[in-house]
């Protein structure tokens, strides 16, 4: 536990530790996006999945900044602090499912394609984009980056930024 105890102190702490976590989750969550949009890593069930925790989460976090900045309910920032790590605990557990389906260690689930595809608007190449499309499988990764898959940086990155969020609801005024 840190040593702020007085009211703005931890307000302060709330609203760095939120606002750090609204970025992190962003940028986490936007780097997937850039390798599915940019870089045509077609995503597949799973990975689509463990884009939740941080669809919720930055908006909650923005919020949690925004309450804290204003000074409002210290206990209100606190607990949407917690369900930031909650959500992130998710994706952890969500995150080792999958690459634990990609290193074979057990099966994915059956239906596991992709979710999103991107086809032409043009109804004239409908049906060539929709036979030109393969879906992602779970139990493949789609690339390593120092030998683990985006599915396992995740999990480091939904580890990280729940420590924190964990550490932010932690932070209290205490009282003398």
Same mark, same amino acid.
């Given at each position: 536990?840190?040593?702020? #105890?007085?009211?703005?102190?931890?307000?302060?702490?709330?609203?760095? +530790?939120?606002?750090?976590?609204?970025? !992190?989750?962003?940028? +986490? @969550?936007?780097?997937?996006?850039?390798?599915?949009?940019?870089?045509?890593?077609?995503?597949?069930?799973?990975?689509?999945?463990?884009?939740?925790?941080?669809? @919720?989460?930055?908006?909650?976090?923005?919020?949690?900044? *925004?309450? =804290?900045? *204003? /000074?409002?309910?210290?206990?209100?920032?606190?607990?949407?602090?917690?369900?930031?790590?909650? *959500?992130?605990?998710?994706?952890?557990?969500?995150? +080792?499912?999958? #690459?634990? @389906?990609?290193?074979?260690?057990?099966?994915?689930?059956?239906?596991?394609? &992709?979710?999103? @595809? #991107?086809?032409?608007?043009?109804?004239? %190449?409908?049906? /060539?984009?929709? %036979?030109? +499309?393969?879906?992602?499988?779970?139990?493949?990764?789609?690339?390593?980056?120092?030998?683990?898959?985006? !599915?396992?940086? %995740?999990?480091? =990155?939904?580890?990280?930024?729940?420590?924190?969020?964990?550490? /932010? !609801?932690?932070?209290?005024? &205490?009282?003398?």
């Amino acid at each position: 536990m840190s040593s702020a #105890s007085t009211p703005s102190q931890v307000r302060s702490q709330h609203a760095l +530790v939120s606002g750090f976590l609204a970025l !992190a989750m962003a940028g +986490v @969550v936007g780097s997937a996006l850039a390798f599915q949009y940019i870089g045509g890593y077609l995503p597949c069930k799973l990975c689509m999945e463990e884009r939740i925790p941080y669809y @919720v989460g930055v908006p909650l976090m923005l919020l949690s900044a *925004l309450l =804290a900045a *204003l /000074g409002k309910s210290e206990k209100l920032t606190r607990i949407l602090l917690f369900i930031a790590g909650l *959500l992130m605990t998710y994706g952890l557990i969500l995150s +080792v499912y999958h #690459s634990g @389906v990609e290193w074979k260690f057990w099966e994915g689930p059956a239906d596991c394609a &992709t979710a999103a @595809v #991107s086809i032409t608007t043009s109804a004239g %190449n409908l049906l /060539g984009d929709l %036979n030109a +499309v393969k879906p992602a499988a779970c139990d493949v990764a789609a690339g390593r980056f120092l030998g683990i898959s985006f !599915a396992g940086w %995740n999990g480091v =990155a939904s580890l990280f930024l729940g420590i924190i969020a964990f550490y /932010g !609801a932690s932070l209290k005024t &205490t009282r003398s």
